[in-house]
């Protein structure tokens, strides 16, 4: 058996494994406006993080998991994965190709995303909000944030200079410490 030293922090990824097109499954092309989503992940001073891992998850178009526990399953988008994974480049760049989330359960349209990157002992969850008007949202996992400046950082925002392929961009964030970091919930 080999091991790791210990004094050396995972995770280790290899990059073979990245599926950052959620918008393709099964031979189909999902429903739906059509995104990309993207951002930096950040250490504290602003410094990018480089090979970390970040998942999302999230509804199709029309608000359905594509997962056994959603009780609509059997109405999911074919042509949407719902699930993908990628990792951040040099400069700390991600980018998802996706699809604008739908809402259930008078939900806000949301993306759930976990975090990965070396330095970390355990991994970050957050989600990602898209709404017009941040501020007049009501959604039960937001309201777990009562810092008001904290809670519109949870919100992705749109940025024409990252448009890109005749998709529309919208930029999220991670900060992973300090002053305005990411709000990270206990899975």
């Known amino acids: 058996?080999?091991?790791?030293?210990?004094?050396?922090?995972?995770?280790?990824?290899?990059?073979?494994?990245?599926?950052?097109?959620?918008?393709?499954?099964?031979?189909k092309s999902a429903q739906g406006q059509h995104i990309l989503l993207t951002g930096r992940v950040l250490q504290e001073g602003g410094t990018p993080t480089r090979n970390?891992?970040?998942?999302?998850?999230?509804?199709?178009?029309k608000g359905v998991f594509r997962h056994p526990l959603d009780p609509r399953s059997a109405e999911a988008d074919p042509g949407f994965?719902?699930?993908?994974?990628?990792?951040?480049?040099?400069?700390?760049?991600?980018?998802?190709?996706?699809?604008?989330?739908?809402?259930?359960?008078?939900?806000c349209p949301h993306v759930n995303v976990m975090v990965l990157a070396i330095g970390l002992t355990w991994r970050l969850v957050s989600t990602i909000f898209f709404a017009d008007l941040p501020?007049?949202?009501?959604?039960?996992?937001l309201n777990?944030?009562?810092?008001?400046?904290?809670?519109?950082r949870l919100f992705a925002k749109r940025d024409t200079s990252l448009d890109a392929d005749g998709l529309p961009a919208y930029r999220f964030d991670v900060i992973l410490r300090g002053e305005n970091e990411t709000p990270f919930f206990v899975d």
Do not use: H
Not at 52 to 60: K, N, P, Y
Not at 87 to 102: A, E, I, M
Not at 135 to 141: A, M, Q, R, S
């Open 144 to 152: 777990c944030v009562t810092d008001p400046e904290a809670r519109l």
């Open 52 to 61: 970390s891992i970040l998942e999302i998850w999230q509804t199709d178009s």
């Open 81 to 107: 994965s719902g699930w993908g994974r990628a990792r951040t480049d040099p400069q700390g760049w991600y980018k998802f190709r996706t699809v604008v989330p739908g809402s259930y359960d008078g939900r």
């Open 1 to 27: 058996m080999l091991t790791s030293p210990n004094s050396t922090i995972g995770p280790f990824f290899p990059y073979a494994f990245m599926e950052d097109d959620l918008t393709w499954c099964d031979g």
């Open 135 to 141: 501020e007049k949202v009501d959604d039960p996992v």
